[in-house]
C-alpha cells in the first residue's frame, strides 16, 4: 500500500497544533465538499480530507501515526512496522462525514477496523438501509433509454467488525426520459434487512458525460451551430445533429451570430418534452488567398458597413 | 471479493410524481426528522401538506434534501445555513448555465 501524508493533505506542517487542523480541514473541506465544489477531483480531495482530519483530530490515532516518523512520502510505498500500534487503542466509531465511499487502503489498514457503518436507524433498524450510488450516462442514453452494467463496491461489515468490500454487478435500464439529477428506485436492491424484515432500497442518481457538443439543462438540451456569414445573412437550410441523429432546420435571413433557435420537441422526451436550443456561432473564413481577399475587399466595397457606429457613445 | 448475481432490473424514476412522506424521504436521504422539520421551516423545502404527518414532498426534491444532508453532517451547517446554502447552489448554477451559453462562442 502507499503512504499518505495526511499532514500534506490538510496543508499543514508537523508540528500543527490541534486548533490548525481543525481550522484547516474545515476550511478545506468546504472548498472541497463535493455538493459544492466544481473541481473534478472534489469527491477524492473531500474522501481524503476526511481521513486525513480523523487521524489527525484524534490525539491518540495522531500519535501513533507520528510514530511511523517523518521520513515517508506521500504515495510511498509502505509496510506498517510490526506493533506499529502498540499501546493505542483506537475504540472509536468512524464519522459518517465519509462513512460512504470506499476507504483508502492506507487508511482502512491502520485505522479501519473499528469503524462500524453506522446505520440510518429509524424506529425498526431491522429493515435494510436504503443504499445511494452514481451513475454516469450519456445523453443520447437519455433520449433512447439504455442498458447498463453497474458494478457497486458494497462496504461490509462481518461479525468481528472488520470490513470488507464486496463486488455486486447489476444490470439496469435507464428509462428514455431521465434526467440528470433525478433518481432511479431499485427496489429491495439495497442493504439486507434482519430477521425477515425487507432489504433496503439502491438509489442511483443519474449525471450526464460531457459531451463536446452538447449541453443538458433540466429537460433542455442547448447545442453551438456553426454557420458561414452567407448562410446566416442569407437563410439557409441546415442539418442540425441531436443526440437522436440529425434534423433539418431553417436559418431565417439576417440572422445574427449568438442568434437562439428553438427545435421545439427536440429536447429529451418526456411528458412535455424538453426543446433543442440551437445557438448561431458565424464562422469567419480566413482571408488566406487572392479569391478570398478579393472577395472581402468586395464586400467593403459593396457595404457602407460600420461595426462600431454606436460603439463609441 | 465475491461476484452475485446480475438480474435485469428496471428501476423506477423518482420524479415529480413520486411523493415522500416525511419517515420515508428521512429514510432515503439519512436526515432525521427533526432537521428535515427544521428545513421545512426555514423554507428550504416546501411539502404539500399542512402538518408533519400529512406532508408529501415531490421525487424531484430528492437529490436537493441529500445534498442539504450531507452539508449539514459534514460542514455542521445549521438550518438558517442550509436554506441559504442550497439558495446560493441555485443561484450559481443559473448563473453557470449562463455563462456556458454565453462563453462558448
Given at each position: 500500500?502507499?503512504?499518505?501524508?495526511?499532514?500534506?493533505?490538510?496543508?499543514?506542517?508537523?508540528?500543527?497544533?490541534?486548533?490548525?487542523?481543525?481550522?484547516?480541514?474545515?476550511?478545506?473541506?468546504?472548498?472541497?465538499?463535493?455538493d459544492i465544489s466544481k473541481h473534478s477531483d472534489a469527491e477524492d480531495r473531500f474522501k481524503e480530507l476526511g481521513e486525513a482530519y480523523e487521524v489527525l483530530k484524534d490525539p491518540e490515532k495522531r500519535?501513533?501515526?507520528?510514530?511511523?516518523?517523518?521520513?515517508w512520502q506521500d504515495g510511498q510505498d509502505f509496510q506498517p512496522p510490526p506493533n506499529w500500534d502498540e499501546g493505542f487503542e483506537f475504540g472509536g466509531q468512524g464519522d459518517d462525514a465519509f462513512a460512504r465511499g470506499n476507504l483508502d487502503d492506507f487508511f482502512?489498514?491502520?485505522?479501519?477496523?473499528?469503524?462500524?457503518?453506522?446505520?440510518?436507524?429509524?424506529?425498526?433498524?431491522?429493515?435494510?438501509?436504503?443504499?445511494?450510488a452514481k451513475v454516469v450516462i450519456d445523453l443520447r442514453?437519455?433520449?433512447?433509454?439504455?442498458?447498463?452494467?453497474?458494478?457497486?463496491?458494497?462496504?461490509?461489515?462481518?461479525?468481528?467488525?472488520?470490513?470488507?468490500?464486496?463486488?455486486?454487478?447489476?444490470?439496469?435500464?435507464?428509462?428514455?426520459?431521465?434526467?440528470?439529477?433525478?433518481?432511479?428506485?431499485?427496489?429491495?436492491?439495497?442493504?439486507?434487512?434482519?430477521?425477515?424484515?425487507?432489504?433496503?432500497?439502491?438509489?442511483?442518481?443519474?449525471?450526464?458525460?460531457?459531451?463536446?457538443?452538447?449541453?443538458?439543462?433540466?429537460?433542455?438540451?442547448?447545442i453551438d451551430l456553426p454557420v458561414a456569414p452567407w448562410e446566416a445573412a442569407l437563410g439557409a437550410q441546415i442539418t442540425v445533429p441531436t443526440p437522436d441523429g440529425a434534423v433539418e432546420m431553417t436559418?431565417?435571413?439576417?440572422?445574427?451570430?449568438?442568434?437562439?433557435?428553438?427545435l421545439k420537441g427536440k429536447g429529451i422526451p418526456g411528458t412535455p418534452a424538453g426543446d433543442l436550443y440551437v445557438v448561431l456561432n458565424v464562422a469567419l473564413p480566413p482571408a488566406d488567398s487572392e479569391t478570398a481577399t478579393a472577395a472581402y475587399e468586395a464586400m467593403r466595397q459593396a457595404f457602407n458597413f460600420d461595426p462600431r457606429a454606436q460603439f463609441y457613445g | 471479493m465475491k461476484e452475485s448475481e446480475s438480474p435485469q432490473l428496471e428501476g423506477q424514476l423518482v420524479d415529480e410524481d413520486v411523493e415522500f412522506s416525511l419517515v420515508e424521504?428521512?429514510?432515503?436521504?439519512?436526515?432525521?426528522?427533526?432537521?428535515?422539520?427544521?428545513?421545512?421551516?426555514?423554507?428550504?423545502?416546501?411539502?404539500?401538506?399542512?402538518?408533519?404527518?400529512?406532508?408529501?414532498?415531490?421525487?424531484?426534491?430528492?437529490?436537493?434534501?441529500q445534498t442539504a444532508?450531507?452539508?449539514?453532517?459534514?460542514?455542521?451547517?445549521?438550518?438558517?445555513?442550509?436554506?441559504?446554502?442550497?439558495?446560493?447552489?441555485?443561484?450559481?448554477?443559473?448563473?453557470?448555465?449562463?455563462?456556458?451559453?454565453?462563453?462558448?462562442?
Open positions: 500500500m502507499k503512504y499518505k501524508d495526511y499532514y500534506e493533505v490538510l496543508g499543514l506542517e508537523r508540528t500543527a497544533t490541534q486548533d490548525d487542523i481543525k481550522r484547516s480541514y474545515r476550511k478545506l473541506a468546504r472548498k472541497y465538499h463535493p500519535a501513533a501515526y507520528d510514530r511511523l516518523g517523518s521520513n482502512e489498514a491502520m485505522f479501519g477496523g473499528g469503524r462500524r457503518r453506522h446505520s440510518r436507524g429509524g424506529p425498526s433498524p431491522a429493515v435494510g438501509e436504503d443504499h445511494h442514453d437519455a433520449y433512447l433509454g439504455a442498458e447498463r452494467s453497474i458494478t457497486l463496491q458494497l462496504p461490509v461489515v462481518d461479525a468481528q467488525g472488520h470490513v470488507t468490500l464486496q463486488a455486486r454487478t447489476l444490470n439496469v435500464s435507464i428509462p428514455k426520459g431521465v434526467r440528470a439529477g433525478q433518481h432511479l428506485r431499485l427496489s429491495g436492491q439495497g442493504g439486507t434487512g434482519g430477521a425477515g424484515a425487507p432489504a433496503g432500497d439502491l438509489y442511483l442518481e443519474i449525471a450526464f458525460r460531457d459531451d463536446p457538443r452538447f449541453h443538458a439543462d433540466g429537460r433542455d438540451v442547448w436559418v431565417p435571413r439576417n440572422s445574427a451570430g449568438g442568434r437562439r433557435l428553438r | 424521504l428521512c429514510r432515503v436521504t439519512g436526515a432525521s426528522e427533526d432537521e428535515l422539520t427544521l428545513w421545512v421551516a426555514e423554507g428550504a423545502f416546501d411539502p404539500n401538506g399542512n402538518e408533519p404527518q400529512d406532508w408529501r414532498f415531490s421525487g424531484a426534491l430528492l437529490r436537493r434534501v444532508q450531507r452539508l449539514a453532517h459534514d460542514l455542521q451547517i445549521n438550518p438558517p445555513g442550509i436554506a441559504l446554502v442550497l439558495d446560493l447552489l441555485d443561484e450559481i448554477e443559473t448563473l453557470r448555465a449562463q455563462h456556458r451559453r454565453s462563453s462558448r462562442r
